[in-house]
C-alpha cells in the first residue's frame, strides 16, 4: 500500500486476541482519531491519561464503557493521532465497539499497519519493527531477551555501525580516485586494506551473533529414525519429560509421525518420532514408512537410534543431513561403549541423556556463551551473506579502485535492506503482512 494512502486513513482494529478476557482494547490510528474519539466518547481525551468513558454509537445508544487513551501525533506508536478504547473483553462487544469505530470513519487495519506506519513515520527502523512479531512470537524467554533487544535497537545499532565504516571507508577510496597521485594513491590502498579488514571482522561477528539468534526464532527440525523397537519413542518420551508416544515391546507401534516441541536451554527443537524402517507387508506400516521418509526429507539433523549391544543393520536410507548416532538401552548392557563419534544413552533410566542434549544443541550451532545475541531471520542473514561476498570480493580489487568501490556500495546495500534505507515497497508489504492484526 502506498505510503500516502496510508497517511489519508484511519484504521482500527481489535488488539486482543479472540477469544473471552476480562478486558479487550480497539485500537485506532490516524489523523481522524480526534473526531471519532468526540463522536464516540463525547469528548477527546487528555494526553496520555487514561479515562473514563462510556462507548456510543451513532445514534447515541450505549455499546460499552471503560477506559480510553490517547496519545496525539507525534508522540504516539505510530506517530500518528492515536486512540485505545479498553472495554469488556467479550467478542460480541469488542465487534460491536469496532463497529462503532468503522461507522464514524475508520477502517478495517491490515496485518501489521501500526507497526508499519511506525517504521514510515521513522519510528521504528525495519529490524525493530520486525523485533515487535518477534516478541509477541516468541517461543522461549531467550528468544523473548533477543527480541526485546533488538526493539530497543541493539541489532539497528550493529548494523548501523558496519554502515558507519563502509562509508568512511567509500569515502577514503573516492578521494584516491579524485587524487590518483600515485604516492596519494598508495598511502590510500594501505590504508583501506587495513579497514576492510576490520570491517569484515566486524561483519563476521555480527554474522555469528545473528545466526545464533536464528536458532531462538526457528529453532530445528530434529527426527529420530531407526529400526523398529530401538527405542525411538522412549528416546522421544525422555526428551519431552513425558509419555508423549505409545511405547510397547512390539515392534512397529509407531505408525504416523509424532512432533513434539521442546527446548533446551531456550533453543526451540521440533523432536519427530517416525516409523521404524523395515521391510513390511502390512499396508498401515508401509504408510508409517513413507511418512518416515518425508520426515527425513525435511530434517536439519537426524538421530539414528540403534540398540545397544545388538549388531547395527546400516541405515542406508538417511538422507545427506547432519547426523548423531544413537545407541539405546544401555542399562540393558551397562558394559557398552559407543563407536567413536556415536552417543550411548538409556531412555528408561536417563544415562547419557544430559550428553545428548548438548550434543543437539552443537550441531544446531548454538553456543551458550551468555552474550547477548540478535533474533535474526532469514532474510536479514541473507543481507549479512551477500554483504560479506561483497566485501570479500573487493579484498580482491584493492588494485582497481573503482571496482573496488562499487562492491563497498553494495556491501552497504545488502546492510541497508536489513533496517529499512534501501528497500522495496513490495518486501515491506510481504513483511508486515504476516503481523497479526491490531499490531
Request: net charge negative; charged share 25%; proline share 5%.
Amino acid at each position: 500500500m502506498p505510503s500516502d494512502e496510508i497517511a489519508r486513513d484511519t484504521i482500527a482494529a481489535i488488539a486482543t486476541p479472540a477469544g473471552r478476557g476480562g478486558i479487550g482494547v480497539v485500537r485506532l490510528s490516524g489523523p481522524k482519531v480526534p473526531e471519532i474519539a468526540a463522536r464516540i466518547l463525547g469528548f477527546v481525551p487528555e494526553p496520555r491519561r487514561a479515562v473514563f468513558g462510556r462507548f456510543l454509537d451513532a445514534d447515541g445508544a450505549l455499546v460499552d464503557e471503560g477506559i480510553a487513551l490517547y496519545f496525539p501525533a507525534p508522540h504516539s506508536y505510530t506517530g500518528e493521532p492515536v486512540l485505545e478504547l479498553q472495554g469488556h473483553g467479550g467478542p460480541v462487544v469488542m465487534q460491536s465497539l469496532l463497529g462503532v469505530c468503522l461507522d464514524a470513519g475508520a477502517r478495517i487495519a491490515e496485518p501489521g499497519e501500526f507497526t508499519r506506519r511506525a517504521f514510515l513515520e521513522g519510528k521504528l527502523d525495519l529490524a525493530q519493527a520486525e523485533a515487535v512479531a518477534d516478541l509477541i512470537d516468541a517461543a522461549s524467554r531467550q528468544a523473548a531477551r533477543s527480541a526485546l533487544r533488538s526493539l530497543g535497537g541493539e541489532f539497528s545499532a550493529a548494523i548501523d555501525g558496519l554502515v558507519a565504516r563502509l562509508i568512511e571507508l567509500r569515502a577514503l577510496i573516492e578521494a584516491t580516485l579524485d587524487f590518483p597521485e600515485e604516492e596519494v594513491d598508495g598511502l590510500h590502498r594501505d590504508d583501506a586494506a587495513t579497514r576492510l579488514v576490520a570491517v569484515r571482522a566486524a561483519l563476521d561477528e555480527v554474522l555469528r551473533k545473528s545466526r545464533q539468534g536464528s536458532l531462538l526464532r526457528s529453532g530445528i527440525h530434529v527426527v529420530l529414525a531407526g529400526r523398529p523397537n530401538v527405542g525411538k519413542s522412549s528416546l522421544l518420551n525422555r526428551l519431552a519429560g513425558e509419555e508423549r508416544a505409545i511405547v510397547t515391546a512390539v515392534p512397529g507401534t509407531t505408525r504416523d509421525a509424532l512432533r513434539e516441541p521442546i527446548q533446551i536451554e531456550g533453543v526451540p527443537l521440533v523432536v519427530v518420532d517416525t516409523a521404524g524402517l523395515r521391510p513390511s507387508s502390512d499396508v498401515v506400516e508401509r504408510l508409517g514408512i513413507e511418512r518416515t521418509q518425508q520426515e527425513l526429507g525435511r530434517a536439519d539433523l537426524v538421530l539414528a537410534v540403534f540398540e545397544a549391544g545388538k549388531k547395527a543393520a546400516p541405515l542406508d536410507e538417511l538422507p545427506q543431513v547432519e547426523r548423531i548416532d544413537v545407541y539405546n538401552k544401555i542399562d540393558l548392557v551397562p558394559a557398552f561403549r559407543a563407536p567413536p563419534g556415536a552417543l550411548a544413552v538409556s531412555a528408561k533410566t536417563g544415562q547419557g541423556i544430559d550428553t545428548l542434549r548438548k550434543r543437539l544443541l552443537e550441531a544446531a550451532g548454538w553456543s551458550a556463551t551468555g552474550e547477548s545475541t540478535f533474533l535474526a531471520r532469514e532474510r536479514h542473514l541473507r543481507a549479512l551473506e551477500a554483504a560479506r561476498g561483497h566485501l570479500e570480493t573487493a579484498a580482491g580489487q584493492l588494485d582497481r579502485p573503482e571496482l573496488f568501490a562499487e562492491e563497498l556500495r553494495l556491501a552497504q546495500e545488502a546492510l541497508g535492506a536489513i533496517t529499512g534505507a534501501f528497500t522495496a515497497d513490495d518486501l515491506l508489504g510481504e513483511i508486515f503482512a504476516r503481523f497479526c492484526i491490531g499490531k
